[in-house]
């Protein structure tokens, strides 16, 4: 059993109009075994730099996190960057992109552990006022000294289907 416990402070600023910074920062600690005392602690951390201009929303980003459990009961430490494009093309079509590279560290597992690039673009397209309907791709490296994943990538294609209705989540509150 895994227990992962985390608090999070949060820092967001317009710098200009067209500029915003967001932060986020904290400790982490994982109890792995609570009856064996095998407890990690790390940080979480993340930041985002967004730039608008015009039609075009540019951003760089950091996340890192660790401490987190994954499915098969092990504590990861994952630290990702990159850089994502938006564009809106009218009032209702929008196209973006977001290339990362990312790494993760398994604790007590190595062959678990991998690092790699990631590559996603869609475009989207309103349908009326409440339907969106989306065509993307991803691509996904895998590369590093690891031996379970090593020369494995993954390539997808899909296509969704969206409803919006963000007054709805007013009237919850």
Not at 112 to 119: I, K, P, R, V
Not at 146 to 163: E, P, V, W
Request: net charge positive.
């Amino acid at each position: 059993m895994v227990r992962a416990h985390t608090a999070l402070f949060t820092y967001s600023v317009e710098v200009s109009s067209s500029f915003k910074l967001d932060m986020e920062a904290g400790p982490a600690m994982t109890m792995k075994n609570p009856y064996q005392d095998e407890t990690r602690y790390g940080y979480n951390a993340a930041i985002n730099l967004s730039e608008k201009l015009k039609s075009n929303l540019f951003t760089l980003y950091y996340r890192g996190r660790a401490g987190d459990s994954t499915g098969l009961g092990y504590v990861t430490d994952r630290h990702e960057a990159g850089v994502g494009f938006s564009r809106t093309i009218g009032r209702s079509i929008s196209v973006n992109a977001d290339i990362s590279a990312f790494r993760q560290r398994n604790g007590g597992m190595a062959e678990f552990d991998y690092e790699g690039l990631s590559a996603t673009a869609e475009i989207t397209r309103m349908l009326g006022k409440h339907w969106m309907i989306g065509l993307g791709g991803s691509y996904q490296d895998y590369r590093g000294d690891m031996s379970t994943f090593r020369g494995l990538d993954r390539k997808r294609a899909y296509i969704s289907i969206s409803f919006l209705l963000p007054e709805f989540w007013r009237a919850v509150r």
